[in-house]
């Protein structure tokens, strides 16, 4: 029997962020299944929308034994500590050495990993894994569309296979396309030519949605020029929030021959290239982004949806800041929603005061962003939760959601979902499960950027983006960038960036 070692280590990292991923934030695993070890981890693993758990599917009918190792994940934040990263490691590491004969090894990693004492997490990763199985045993990756991918990763993986869909729909299916490039290695008993190429700009993440153009359009023709020849082609747009060289857009291709590789490669950084224009649009502030949104409603028969995307937390941002909330209160917005806040305190003291209660309380406002703070008001406390449901959109996919002692306040006629742990707004169970139902407000705010709109975009009248104070900017310019690799350009059509080495 084909016997392949697996696991998974996810985590996305915003160096300018607020908060780091400690062993805690895997444990409980925030928007992801909480950490799970050994043979539990297929368990867990399956029919969810994950890399492992499509891979586990698709492994099955194969007849491969997977042998497990660790997996698991944190919600968007900043460094990934040193003690989480090499405790979950030498699991895994340990994990494979231990496994007896192997013929592959198969990881599930998100790409875009930064520790404290590491640039490239996953390349370090990696490098230990090929340091245990040697230089010929298979080594396959899936990783997320917003991978900044390195050149040590690309080295050491015999194929990085990355999402196609924002929202990541498309998780568990990338997955199973794992399973099947590494049938194919196995079959053969050969490996690919690689080609690696890192584009030249940042691409924001609000432009790179894949229900829009350009990227829509570039997966499209991406999709078609795979073939017998390049069995396996990738186009990863980045996090570009990573303040090291390898942060950025990058494509990479596998081929029965260099040539078919490069080529390949070559045709879609030109297609990404050429449309550097188009990874643009409307960004409102938060008054003006509410007061359309309102005006909006007068007419609409579904709600109007605001991405406040700078304080999205799936994208490092602590998902408490109150720059939406004081701009929906300000301007008397009615029969408006806005979640999730996390702050376990406020969460508390509702509870403590009951459904019915009026509180004080200095709601949010806890992560020393500029420009924001506590909101002191007093809100009445509509419903209480213990932050325990199942979130079924296409996103999470029927994930089992822990968000810990919540409740819904009512400031006006605005009502906010606030929480003990946070977890991007992407399916509207996180709205149902403290007792309001989106589909019956005029105005929703929505702490996420893109991945809201695989179970919102239906429901919505229109989708609005706004920038309040946050740890994500969607002008990527706008970073305080330090350390990028020299000339790439800080966002679409923008300045490019000069490093001082000798600073």
């Given at each position: 029997m084909t016997r392949i070692a697996v696991g998974g280590f996810l985590h996305e990292t915003n160096t300018f962020a607020p908060t780091k991923a400690t062993w805690e934030s895997f444990v409980h695993g925030g928007g992801w299944p909480a950490m799970t070890t050994g043979a539990d981890v297929l368990n867990v693993m399956r029919g969810i929308n994950v890399g492992l758990a499509g891979f586990n599917d698709e492994a099955a009918t194969y007849g491969w034994e997977l042998i497990p190792t660790i997996a698991c994940g944190a919600s968007p934040s900043a460094h990934v500590t040193e003690d989480a990263f090499e405790r979950v490691v030498k699991v895994m590491i340990d994990g494979i050495k231990n496994a007896g004969r192997l013929d592959a090894v198969y990881l599930d990693l998100h790409g875009a990993m930064v520790t404290e004492h590491l640039d490239d997490g996953e390349g370090e990763i990696l490098a230990r894994v090929r340091q245990v199985i040697g230089p010929d045993l298979p080594l396959v990756v899936s990783i997320d569309l917003h991978a900044n991918v390195t050149p040590q990763m690309v080295a050491h993986a015999d194929a990085l296979i990355a999402y196609r869909t924002y929202?990541?729909?498309?998780?568990?299916?990338?997955?199973?396309?794992?399973?099947?490039?590494?049938?194919?290695?196995?079959?053969?008993?050969?490996?690919?030519?690689?080609?690696?190429?890192?584009?030249?700009?940042?691409?924001?993440?609000?432009?790179?949605?894949?229900?829009?153009?350009?990227?829509?359009?570039?997966?499209?023709?991406?999709?078609?020029?795979?073939?017998?020849?390049?069995?396996?082609?990738?186009?990863?747009?980045?996090?570009?929030?990573?303040?090291?060289?390898?942060?950025?857009?990058?494509?990479?291709?596998?081929?029965?021959?260099?040539?078919?590789?490069?080529?390949?490669?070559?045709?879609?950084?030109?297609?990404?290239?050429?449309?550097?224009?188009?990874?643009?649009?409307?960004?409102?502030?938060?008054?003006?982004?509410?007061?359309?949104?309102?005006?909006?409603a007068k007419t609409a028969t579904r709600p109007v949806i605001i991405a406040d995307t700078q304080d999205n937390p799936g994208a490092g941002g602590d998902s408490d800041t109150t720059g939406m909330l004081r701009a929906l209160v300000r301007n008397n917005a009615q029969r408006a929603a806005i979640g999730v806040i996390y702050d376990p305190a406020s969460a508390e003291a509702a509870h403590a005061a009951g459904i019915g209660a009026t509180v004080e309380l200095a709601l949010g406002g806890k992560s020393g962003i500029a420009g924001d703070a506590p909101y002191q008001e007093s809100y009445v406390v509509e419903r209480l939760s213990d932050g325990r449901f199942i979130a079924p959109g296409p996103y999470f996919g029927g994930r089992e959601m822990e968000m810990g002692p919540s409740a819904c306040l009512r400031i006006g006629d605005v009502r906010v979902v606030v929480s003990s742990h946070k977890a991007q707004l992407a399916d509207q169970a996180m709205y149902r499960y403290v007792g309001i139902e989106p589909t019956e407000q005029a105005i929703l705010v929505v702490k996420s950027s893109v991945h809201f709109r695989a179970d919102f975009q239906p429901i919505a009248e229109r989708l609005l983006i706004c920038a309040a104070p946050g740890a994500m900017p969607a002008d990527t310019a706008s970073l305080s960038w330090t350390r990028l690799r020299n000339g790439v350009r800080v966002k679409p059509n923008g300045q490019p960036f000069h490093r001082d080495d000798a600073n």
């Open positions: 929202p990541h729909v498309d998780m568990a299916d990338t997955g199973r396309a794992a399973a099947r490039h590494l049938d194919l290695l196995l079959r053969s008993g050969q490996k690919f030519a690689k080609a690696f190429r890192q584009l030249p700009f940042l691409i924001p993440i609000s432009w790179q949605c894949t229900f829009d153009e350009p990227t829509k359009g570039i997966y499209a023709k991406l999709a078609a020029l795979e073939s017998e020849a390049v069995p396996t082609l990738s186009f990863a747009p980045g996090f570009p929030a990573a303040d090291f060289p390898d942060c950025g857009a990058s494509v990479f291709a596998y081929g029965r021959t260099q040539a078919d590789a490069d080529a390949a490669a070559d045709t879609v950084a030109t297609l990404v290239i050429g449309h550097e224009n188009d990874f643009d649009g409307t960004i409102y502030t938060p008054d003006d982004g509410v007061q359309l949104a309102m005006e909006l």
